[in-house]
């Protein structure tokens, strides 16, 4: 089945008419709320792909240790491989230095060409921090912003010019963020049903987020 659509996505390259979104996150880990979000945006506007794209560097500061990025790319394979529509790009990895959206997005641009339709898709979170953005008004020139609503994020307060060029995607709600399932992982709580069973499996084979002690204890009480 994967094999037929992407010669399909070939076609339609060839066409010059190809839709494709793309998910820049993080990923650390990848959960339900970017699968989802994902494949809402994908059917909502018609999108021929989904790209996830995993950074290298967080641009935005974050308080606990970003996990390396073999583990952060190895789940969200482990997380996309059942959908043919899903691919995962190591374009930001590849990349040294800050992962700015810009750069990846004229990369796609080098690649898919400018007729292809990109959507850059976010949570309501992300494109409220929109104005910090590296060359924010460059970037909203040369895409389409979708951003999926997001439990505590309100759109409401972006200012008129932004609401003008972004596409909100009401989904939802879907109260799940990464960091909320690190500390399920240090507090002992489960992730099941939170992230895929996949990525469940890496993260306990692996010891991720988590003393070995706890991850011991968390696989006694599932068997
Ligand atoms: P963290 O808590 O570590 O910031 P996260 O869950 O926000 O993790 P990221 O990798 O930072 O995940 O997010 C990647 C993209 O996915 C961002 O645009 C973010 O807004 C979006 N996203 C993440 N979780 C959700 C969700 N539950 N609903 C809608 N969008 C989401
Ligand atoms: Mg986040």
Redesign the pocket.
């Known amino acids: 089945m994967k094999t037929n659509y992407r010669e399909k996505i070939e076609d339609n390259q060839k066409n010059g008419d190809i839709q494709i979104g793309i998910?820049?996150?993080?990923?650390?880990p990848?959960?339900?709320?970017?699968l989802?979000?994902a494949e809402e945006a994908r059917v909502k506007f018609h999108l021929d792909k989904v790209i996830f794209v995993?950074?290298l560097n967080?641009t935005?500061k974050?308080n606990d240790h970003v996990t390396a990025v073999k583990h952060r790319l190895e789940m969200s394979y482990l997380a996309t491989d059942s959908n043919p529509y899903f691919e995962v790009s190591k374009i930001e990895i590849n990349r040294s230095g800050p992962s700015y959206t810009i750069d990846t997005i004229k990369e796609f641009r080098n690649i898919y060409g400018w007729d292809a339709k990109i959507f850059f898709?976010?949570?309501?979170?992300?494109?409220l921090e929109i104005e910090t953005w590296y060359k924010k008004d460059e970037l909203l020139n040369i895409c389409q912003f979708v951003?999926?609503?997001?439990?505590g994020?309100d759109l409401n307060k972006l200012h008129q010019n932004f609401k003008k060029v972004l596409q909100i995607m009401e989904?939802p709600?879907?109260?799940?963020?990464?960091?909320?399932?690190?500390y399920r992982i240090r507090n002992n709580l489960s992730i099941k049903y939170i992230v895929l069973e996949e990525v469940q499996d890496y993260i306990y084979q692996h010891k991720l987020y988590l003393r070995k002690k706890v991850i011991d204890n968390i696989r006694k009480q599932s068997s």
Do not use: E, K, N, Q
């Open positions: 998910m820049g996150g993080v990923f650390d990848i959960h339900i709320g970017h989802f979000t995993p950074c967080p935005h974050r898709i976010t949570g309501a979170d992300a494109f951003a999926a609503t997001r439990p994020y989904i709600l879907l109260a799940i963020s990464s960091t909320d399932i690190r």
